[in-house]
């Protein structure tokens, strides 16, 4: 059974830093595209990935929101990804989700998302 946990969510000040995990069970992350999206308060869960690494040719790809300011990154040993997300401002507030295409080889961005985790909330307020 394939499975993905978020979590490293919680409270932060403006112009603070978080780094959420994504760690996988039944797949190999390394083997697939993974991205990060989020929902926020009160709207759809956005469509489009925040950010997204590819399996194998080592693309990523970031929305213009948070470009400069977060970092997404694949640790293999651990089958985890991660994203760095700094210089908070209140409108990154929102559950944060993972997800992937489930495409052996796939690259960002992706197709499709059919597996999600359950989402770790970010609140970022003072």
């Known amino acids: 059974q394939v499975q993905l946990e978020e979590s490293g969510g919680g409270l932060v000040p403006p112009g603070g830093s978080l780094r959420l995990s994504c760690v996988a069970s039944?797949?190999?992350?390394?083997?697939?595209?993974i991205g990060w999206f989020r929902q926020a308060p009160g709207k759809e869960r956005d469509e489009h990935s925040l950010?997204?690494?590819?399996?194998?040719?080592?693309?990523?790809l970031y929305e213009d929101s948070v470009k400069g300011r977060f970092t997404i990154s694949r640790d293999a040993d651990k089958n985890t990804v991660y994203l760095q997300m700094n210089n908070l401002a209140p409108e990154d507030t929102a559950v944060y989700y993972c997800?992937?295409?489930?495409?052996?080889?796939?690259?960002?961005?992706?197709?499709?998302?059919?597996?999600w985790g359950q989402g770790t909330l970010v609140t970022v307020s003072s």
């Open positions: 950010s997204c690494i590819s399996a194998r040719d080592g693309i990523i």
């Open positions: 997800a992937t295409d489930w495409v052996w080889g796939s690259t960002c961005p992706m197709g499709y998302s059919e597996v």
């Open positions: 039944g797949i190999s992350l390394h083997d697939y595209a």
